[in-house]
């Protein structure tokens, strides 16, 4: 089975929609490509929804380094973004290019992703010209949240929404191969998507993207903390969960488990010969 590329993913601008998910191990990612979705982003999302902090910040290159690596062994055809954690690129052309090289190099990713725009054009510009593909990411940028003034809808009055546009075109300029964008209104991403020559991917960005991402958990109901009001969640699974264990947990307790199917057994002469 071929994995998709860079090229097959752009194809798909103004022909089918992106079917993107996130993913942070094996078993995601195996399960988001049987589903079929066509790009896996390892997410710096798992610093919340792996490993439990109350935003991305603190996640560090090694860890999504190892998130990477897993998500590679558990996919055969999805294109692999590596999302570049918090001052993993900030402080430089080269610092960005060594820890995107990483992604590709150890992790197993195909490309990377970038938050940003206008103001890491260059960086995008330099990791692009070392021959790595980069995802762009404007809007809600959550590494910026703070600075944005938290995690809120962008782009609503007419100089954001300039700005966004602005970023776009930069980040095209740049060399970006798609873009995410994330929580923005509906009609910004309708003239972004029109504008531009390379796909947009949505995340609370209305219809009209070239493709949709969200995150693993939220899809299936998996992350019980918070769930934005632009995820629809297509399963219950934490509940399944909870359920299945408190079912164990109640059939331990009664020595219902384990029983004879779960149980191995000497054979008559041995069991014999220790009784004797």
Same mark, same amino acid.
């Given at each position: ?110 490309? #990377? ?117 632009? #995820? ?45």
């Amino acid at each position: 089975m071929a994995r998709l590329t860079v090229p097959d993913i752009q194809a798909k601008k103004g022909q089918e929609p992106i079917v993107a998910l996130t993913a942070y191990d094996f078993i995601s990612a195996r399960l988001a490509e049987e589903a079929g979705v066509e790009m896996l982003l390892v997410g710096d999302s798992a610093a919340m929804v792996i490993l439990g902090y109350e935003d991305t910040l603190p996640i560090t290159m090694e860890e999504m380094v190892v998130f990477a690596r897993a998500v590679a062994r558990g996919s055969e055809r999805a294109l692999i973004v590596g999302d570049m954690p918090f001052m993993s690129y900030q402080t430089g052309p080269q610092e960005a290019i060594r820890n995107a090289g990483r992604f590709l190099k150890e992790g197993g990713c195909q490309a #990377v992703k970038i938050e940003g725009g206008e103001e890491v054009a260059e960086i995008v510009a330099a990791v692009v010209r070392a021959g790595i593909p980069v995802l762009g990411h404007i809007g809600l940028t959550p590494q910026r949240a703070s600075a944005l003034g938290g995690y809120r809808v962008q782009g609503r009055d007419l100089e954001s929404a300039r700005k966004l546009l602005r970023d776009a075109e930069s980040l095209v300029e740049a060399g970006v191969f798609a873009l995410i964008l994330e929580c923005v209104p509906a009609e910004i991403a309708r003239l972004i998507t029109e504008r531009i020559p390379i796909p947009t991917i949505g995340i609370g960005a209305g219809p009209h993207t070239d493709g949709q991402i969200l995150v693993f958990h939220d899809v299936v109901g998996l992350w019980p903390r918070f769930r934005p009001r632009f #995820v629809r969640t297509y399963g219950e699974i934490a509940q399944e969960i909870v359920r299945a264990i408190r079912t164990y947990a109640e059939d331990t307790r009664a020595r219902r488990f384990p029983g004879p199917e779960e149980s191995f057994r000497l054979s008559e002469e041995v069991l014999k010969a220790l009784e004797v």
